[in-house]
């Protein structure tokens, strides 16, 4: 590891030697311009932290909308349920008479 180009590069020690772990990218095609300048990382980095986010709130809202349709339909059947049993206890008496 002595950046001569004669480094072993594996997952193990890729980044122990960037030069050789560099040299080896272009050896199997990598273009120069898929480097990134320090100011494209910073963007790409704050570009993923926004859809992160993003995404998260989106789950929130999808997660809280369920939640409230979930609620809804609890209600309409515990009030078709009420009304199920007042139909019945109705009938009881009926046949009862």
């Known amino acids: ?6 480094c072993s590069v594996n997952r193990g ?11 080896r990218c272009f050896a199997m095609g990598m273009r120069k311009d898929f480097i990134l300048s320090d100011e494209q990382k910073q963007r790409r980095k704050q570009r ?3 859809n ?15 939640t409230d349709q979930q609620i809804d339909k609890v209600n309409y059947l515990s009030k078709r349920n ?7 206890d109705l009938n009881l008496v009926i046949n009862e008479s």
């Open 82 to 88: 009420k009304q199920m049993s007042k139909t019945n």
């Open 52 to 66: 992160r986010n993003l995404a998260t709130q989106s789950t929130t809202t999808q997660q809280t909308t369920t």
């Open 13 to 23: 020690i890729a980044h122990r030697c960037r030069k050789c772990r560099l040299e």
């Open 1 to 6: 590891m002595n950046g001569d180009g004669r």
């Open 48 to 50: 993923l932290e926004l």
